[in-house]
């Protein structure tokens, strides 16, 4: 029974630490967020001025969207990288 629960515990230990990103990557992630975040404010104060319009603002808001994404991507590409050859 000892072994099981050992096991278990292991096994379930396991997973936890494959589940988490590494500091690294959750630093990107956060940066590429709050970098989204940053232009979407920007964006609508922009409309708020009425120096752009609501179309040109979401198309803004899309593409920081799409490039947070794409960051958020390659954070974890490259941590998955460096695992992979790190042997973790």
Avoid: F, P, R, Y
Avoid at 11 to 28: N, P, R, T, W, Y
Avoid at 63 to 87: F, L, P, R, V, Y
């Amino acid at each position: 029974m000892k072994k099981i629960v050992a096991l278990t515990s292991l096994v379930a230990l396991g997973i936890g630490l494959a589940a988490c990103d590494s500091k690294s990557e959750q630093a990107s992630e956060n940066a590429a967020v709050a970098t989204e975040e940053s232009i979407d404010s920007q964006a609508d104060s922009a409309v708020d001025a009425g120096k752009i319009s609501d179309d040109q603002a979401d198309a803004i808001k899309d593409q920081a969207d799409q490039n947070a994404d794409a960051a958020k991507e390659n954070a974890s590409s490259a941590a998955d990288a460096t695992s992979s050859t790190s042997g973790q």
